[in-house]
């Protein structure tokens, strides 16, 4: 095998509850709108359409507990996700053997740069510039689905300086989670590492530094992120 002519980055990874080994993170897709009342808020049609995907870069996420405002911004938004983390991968997965593809889930952030965000959407850009900057992925500690099961409902909230400011439940996803994976296997070959952020309930909202986020999905776990 030839030698990198210079030192590879490494691995991205999260750590596991309860274990010594970590999960390498190959690709990370994010639904966009996944929730009624948060498409609402954003200014959009409610109503189930085909669902899109953005995605984050691998060694955007953080388990650092600290998110360190970014530059180039004077509006960035919290949005509490349910994260789904794959064991296999593939083409063309079946709706119903969908589940059998995932090793399990945390509690992320999808933390957006939304004036940038909102200046792509205004030109007909891409959203890597407000959505994929550095640490914009908070995680939590993944958990095996052997342990946890398939949540499939579960409250989903997120609190600042101890304020509720997104409040929402699994069961109201536009695109479930078995949906989002077969749906993406369609356009990608998903493989084992991947990562799926799931969307956001409504109540997004700017942060600042000195902000502490307080996030919690039912049956899965929790994440307090400071941000600095």
């Not at 945390?106 to 909102?118: C, E, F, K, N, P």
């Not at 509720?164 to 296997?185: A, C, F, H, R």
Request: proline share 8%.
């Amino acid at each position: 095998m030839p030698a990198y002519i210079i030192d590879p980055s490494p691995i991205a990874a999260a750590p596991i509850k309860g274990s010594d080994k970590v999960f390498p993170v190959r690709r990370i897709y994010c639904i966009g709108r996944n929730y009624a009342a948060h498409a609402i808020e954003m200014g959009h049609d409610p109503n189930r359409e085909p669902p899109f995907f953005f995605q984050k870069n691998p060694n955007n996420i953080d388990f650092s507990g600290t998110f360190p405002y970014p530059s180039q911004t004077k509006d960035v938004h919290h949005e509490i996700e349910l994260v789904v983390a794959l064991s296999k991968g593939g083409t063309s997965i079946p709706i119903a053997k969908a589940l059998d593809h995932v090793w399990g889930y945390a509690v992320g952030l999808d933390m957006t740069r939304r004036d940038l965000q909102g200046i792509a959407k205004e030109m007909g850009r891409p959203w890597e510039i407000g959505k994929a900057f550095e640490k914009s992925a908070p995680m939590g500690p993944f958990v095996p689905a052997a342990q946890i099961g398939h949540p499939a409902a579960g409250k989903v909230e997120l609190k600042v300086n101890g304020k509720v400011k997104q409040t929402g439940d699994l069961n109201q996803m536009i695109w479930k989670v078995p949906e989002m994976i077969s749906y993406l296997s369609d356009y990608f070959e998903l493989a084992a590492g991947d990562v799926i952020m799931t969307g956001t309930p409504s109540g997004v909202a700017a942060v600042v530094a000195g902000d502490t986020m307080e996030a919690a999905i039912d049956g899965v776990g929790t994440l307090t992120v400071k941000v600095v």
